[in-house]
């Protein structure tokens, strides 16, 4: 078994991002279930954040979680997308101040397995396909900024949210 991880409660702002190992199910890091619950536990415990991944607080598995979900997803991998496209404004927690136009697919299938060990295959779109791309993107070690137009990164920088 690998190192140890600390995970409840879990720390917002440490970050390691695309250094990451895939989640190993037959020698784990860490129990699955404790990790799904624990990322659960604190989504939820954060007004308004819709998901995070394992990475945004210097966890290196490939593993997030997405509010509402009942379990998180170890091992995402998006095997499609669809060819319609869409531009909306994202906002990070991880970046609370940088709001980016990003294009992103508007349906992707998704191969994942749940905290039990079942591989699952589901098809999102919408705003919960969006925010699959987003955690799965941090697993990768690919911030917000990169997906950006040159041009939707320089209007952003130029109206950054100013502190109240």
């Known amino acids: ?3 140890q991880y600390e995970i409840y ?10 250094i990451n190992e895939a989640f190993d199910f037959k020698n784990h890091q860490v129990d699955p279930i404790y990790l799904s619950n624990s990322l659960m536990m604190t989504v939820h415990s954060v007004p308004g954040r819709t998901g995070l991944s394992a990475p945004q607080v210097n966890i290196p598995l490939d593993v997030i979680y997405v509010y509402g979900f009942p379990t998180a997803m170890f091992n995402p991998k998006i095997v499609d997308r669809s060819e319609g496209t869409s531009y909306l404004e994202e906002v990070s927690c991880t970046f609370p101040k940088l709001v980016l136009k990003i294009k992103r697919p508007d349906v992707i ?16 779109s919408g705003l919960t396909a969006r925010i699959i791309q987003r955690k799965i993107d941090f697993l990768e070690g690919v911030m917000p ?3 950006a137009t040159k041009f939707h990164r320089e209007q952003a920088f ?3 949210i100013k502190p109240l």
Do not use: D
């Open 1 to 3: 078994m690998s190192e």
């Open 9 to 18: 409660p879990i720390e917002l702002g440490k970050m390691n991002f695309g």
């Open 109 to 124: 299938r998704v191969r994942w397995t749940n905290c039990i060990g079942e591989t699952e295959t589901n098809v999102y």
């Open 145 to 147: 900024q990169a997906r």
């Open 158 to 160: 130029k109206h950054m």
